[in-house]
């Protein structure tokens, strides 16, 4: 055990302490699965249950710490990713096999939410509300929740936690961190680095864990009452689960879930420019983003020549070692990615489904890629693959991959575009190329996903623009920017009345009639 130097066995780190656990819970390089990333443990129940306990014990003093002084504490820890930046994305791509250069893009992404909600900690504005009564003065107030539990995906590993965390904790709540299991490592220094932002103790506190043992724990904790507000970024299938609890709380959820993203590319559109945007949506990160492209919907005048541009740059591209800045893609995130991966081009290609690429999937196991210069042997790798011909009523229509796989469907014209970017019941992301005004206007006020992007890819977000779905892909909440401020504080309505009698609002308002028989006279 002692290998893993100071991590080893590490369950959870709770009201300033770090635990050991006893159910081993190993990391491995995907690139490389002889190399053991580290080793962790599930958190029991009660380690979950005692996070949250250390998280509830620090709120009351942690609320009622100015919140100018909470977003010190924030920039702090925006100053210390920054100073880890590249040591961090380099924890990332080892574990998880972003490739460096998109890793270090999600470690940014955290500075720059640190940035923008440093000076949310001297706004966090209310409102002065004129009352229907005399000498009567009302306000609003952000109040924090309270205890925040929050269990987070594996492909964002940094990004999408610092989303949830920053605005959390600048608004007043303490927080328990459930972890991806694919990610312990990034999550371990991703805590240091809170623990030596100058939190108090028990603020912050991480229980690392896999979605059965420790995520079900944390669910079960929501029926026992511990949390105040949960956030959970993963699955739908999860995701509903989740909600479902909540439910039974009378809580509101933050739920951001899978994604089956259109792009909608019209006759007029920038080929060249689409076929970048669609290669980028659909293998970027070998396709484990949630917003990656799921469904690639090309107008019948154009099909045939954007399919043959899109094989042609696909098989150029340079798929291995994450650390390479040539590639575009690295290794699936674990075995569980590429099982699943493997499973669809099994299970969801159907007889009248073309595969202009080849079949098969596994990298070094019967499949063979030009340009590929990782360990075949002993990493997770997949080849691009793109399913033609598909149509609505396909299971794989309506069915979030997560792999380097997309969908393409022929239109005719922009109506069957937009039934088919929607039908699916996703809504998180989609794009459109088109340089027709009239298109983007009716792709703007038709489409159902919560972000949209024209002339660019369905991938990428940035700190300050609210981030989220509809649909399978989210209850509507939204995450960054001053959104997500509506997650993490509720309203506090205050009336102060100082006329020095009872006024009731409606039944003593001076409400003037009008002179209701005047009629004009021409
Ligand atoms: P997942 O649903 O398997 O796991 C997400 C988290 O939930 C992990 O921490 C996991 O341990 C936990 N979990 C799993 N099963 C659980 C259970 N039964 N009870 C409680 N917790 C459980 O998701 P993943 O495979 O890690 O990530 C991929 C998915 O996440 C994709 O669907 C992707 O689209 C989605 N995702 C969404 C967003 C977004 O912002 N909308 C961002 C990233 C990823």
Not at 35 to 52: N, P
Not at 154 to 178: D, E, M, Q, R, S
Not at 185 to 198: I, K, Q
Request: aromatic share 10%.
């Amino acid at each position: 055990m002692s290998k893993h130097g100071p991590t080893a066995m590490i369950a959870a780190y709770i009201d300033g302490q770090w635990q050991q656990g006893s159910t081993a819970l190993p990391s491995l390089n995907p690139a490389d699965l002889r190399d053991e990333v580290g080793v962790f443990a599930d958190a029991s129940k009660d380690q979950v249950r005692q996070a949250a306990y250390a998280a509830k014990a620090a709120y009351k003093s942690w609320a009622a710490t100015p919140a100018p002084v909470r977003a010190g504490m924030i920039q702090n820890f925006g100053r210390l990713v920054e100073a880890n930046k590249e040591a961090l994305a380099r924890v990332v791509a080892r574990e998880i096999g972003k490739p460096l250069r998109e890793a270090l893009g999600s470690v940014q992404e955290v500075i720059d939410t640190a940035n923008f909600f440093v000076s949310e900690g001297r706004r966090l504005y209310g409102q002065t509300i004129p009352s229907e009564m005399p000498n009567k003065e009302c306000f609003t107030y952000r109040r924090p929740i309270g205890v925040f539990g929050c269990m987070t995906a594996c492909n964002f590993p940094v990004a999408v936690p610092a989303w949830y965390f920053i605005p959390a904790l600048v608004a007043g709540n303490t927080c328990v961190w459930k972890p991806s299991e694919e990610a312990p490592l990034t999550s371990y220094f991703t805590t240091e680095l809170w623990a030596r932002a100058g939190l108090p103790k028990g603020v912050f506190n991480t229980v690392f864990g896999a979605g059965p043992t420790t995520g079900a724990a944390m669910v079960e904790l929501i029926d026992e009452g511990v949390f105040d507000k949960i956030g959970f970024t993963g699955s739908t299938e999860v995701g509903r689960r989740i909600g479902a609890a909540c439910g039974r709380a009378l809580q509101t959820p933050c739920l951001e879930l899978g994604g089956k993203n259109p792009m909608i590319v019209c006759a007029d559109a920038n080929i060249d420019l689409a076929v970048d945007g669609a290669l980028f949506s659909g293998f970027g990160t070998a396709g484990q983003r949630c917003t990656s492209l799921g469904n690639l919907i090309l107008d019948e005048k154009i099909h045939d020549q954007f399919i043959e541009r899109l094989i042609k740059r696909t098989q150029t591209l340079r798929i291995g070692e994450p650390f390479s800045a040539e590639n575009t893609y690295g290794p699936m995130i674990s075995k569980r990615f590429l099982d699943n991966h493997l499973g669809h081009l099994s299970t969801l290609i159907a007889a009248h489904h073309e595969l202009p690429l080849g079949r098969g999937g596994h990298i070094g196991h019967g499949v063979e890629w030009a340009h590929f210069d990782g360990d075949a042997k002993h990493g997770l790798y997949a080849r691009p693959n793109i399913v033609l011909n598909v149509r609505m009523d396909d299971a794989i229509y309506s069915t979030e991959t997560f792999g380097p796989l997309f969908n393409v469907l022929k239109s005719n014209g922009i109506d069957q575009a937009m039934e088919m970017a929607n039908r699916h019941g996703y809504g998180l992301s989609s794009a459109i190329y088109t340089n027709d005004p009239q298109t983007i206007y009716k792709f703007k006020t038709e489409i159902t996903a919560g972000m949209s992007s024209i002339n660019n890819s369905t991938t990428g977000a940035e700190a300050h623009l609210p981030f989220g779905g509809n649909g399978k892909s989210g209850n509507g909440g939204r995450q960054s920017g001053i959104w997500v401020l509506d997650q993490f504080t509720k309203w506090h309505a205050i009336n102060w009345d100082m006329s020095g009698k009872l006024q009731l609002a409606q039944l003593d308002t001076a409400y003037v009639e009008p002179d209701l028989n005047f009629r004009i006279k021409m």
